[in-house]
DNA sequence: CCAAACCCTGAACCATGGTTCATTTCATAA
DNA sequence: TTATGAAATGAACCATGGTTCAGGGTTTGG
């Protein structure tokens, strides 16, 4: 035997894996998917771009877990909420308003995860994680329906419609220009036949308000 | 004097523009912009790959241009409705059917216009020819407004939010799985406080018969 | 201290696809 | 018919940016 992976060089290893998610992060954060280039992430995370590729078997591989990382912690408190204490109406309005306020506050970065352009597994993903919010949407516009809370629709088109009208509304008014977000959830609840709340209602509050970045 | 265009030179001139552009504008039908390469698109028209640039400076000034010929022809029919007789919600009701419905059909062509990963001055244009959409939205619900014929709300925000809905349920389904058109244009309908109507409304007939392919 | 296995480096490589331009072909007018 | 200028050609050019790999260093076990 005469080689044989310490623990410290785990460590080591695992670090640089890190390292460099974080630099693609950083990079995602500021310009876009589109601005992190294998250089730029290899400048950014201080190793050779050689390098990059025993961590990540290709950019579009890099990418696709920068994009997972950001939209779980995102789909995450969706799915919290949907899945709160409540009315089947009263948390589609809490996920609703979440979504909005959420894209609102981090447009930057909502931005990237909805609406630039992205090619192969990279618009999959990103298609996949679309359905997810209107499938969240869905299932509460049924829940809402099955108790009487509100009207009948076509809860599918329903709930794909809500869940494009926020990201589109968003990149409609420009970066600088942003839409208020109590505004863009009343417009879109409107959607599934509910009017707005005005509170500011319980279990958003903690929910939305560190990082976003 | 040794040389002057003659009539017949100054035809064929036009007639290859127009045959390169019909060229651009069927591979664009076909395969999306992404599908019209400077190489594809000189094939198809049956010149060169230099002569495009004898009619046009770059591909993207070249697919700006079948951007706008498209884009045109689908803006102008809304407007139409929007300008139209009878009342304002009556006409928002009918452009947004119409729109639904016309994006529904054309499904390939729509994702083109409204979705297909694109960069630079096309990526601008698109944003203005939604915005352009939304502009025919707002101006209907603030009429609508006026008129009594709807609650209050953020005619902006609104605006923006429908003409986001549309596409994204487009794309949300897939190219296969097109969703109902008229389900698709209660929902969105829904969120400017419209039902939506039952009969198959007049204006529309005409104006949504014909190619669209 | 050494050999083996592994990791990092970064300049070279390569694929893609838009753009150019020397050359050829064609239309015009004398 | 021929000189002239315009138009078309298409192979070569080039920019971009992801990917590879031979060379140099580092860790491990003996």
Known sequence: MAYRKTGKVVAQLEANRTRILDAARALVFAGGFQAASMAAVAAKAGVATGTLYRYFASREALLLDVFRAISDVEMSRLEDIAAGPGLPAARLRDVVHGFASRAVRGARQAYSLLAEPLDGALAEERLAYRRRHAAIF?????????????????????????????????????????????????AVLRMAGLDP?????????????????
């Open 138 to 186: 869905e299932r509460l516009i049924r829940e809402a329906q099955a108790a009487g809370e509100v009207a009948a629709m076509d809860a599918h088109v329903t709930a794909a419609a809500i869940a494009g009208a926020i990201p589109s509304a968003l990149t409609l008014h420009g970066p600088d220009n942003v839409p208020d977000a109590d505004a863009l959830s009343a």
């Open 197 to 213: 709340h005005t509170d500011t209602s319980s279990s958003l509050e903690e929910l939305s308000h560190d990082q976003s970045a």
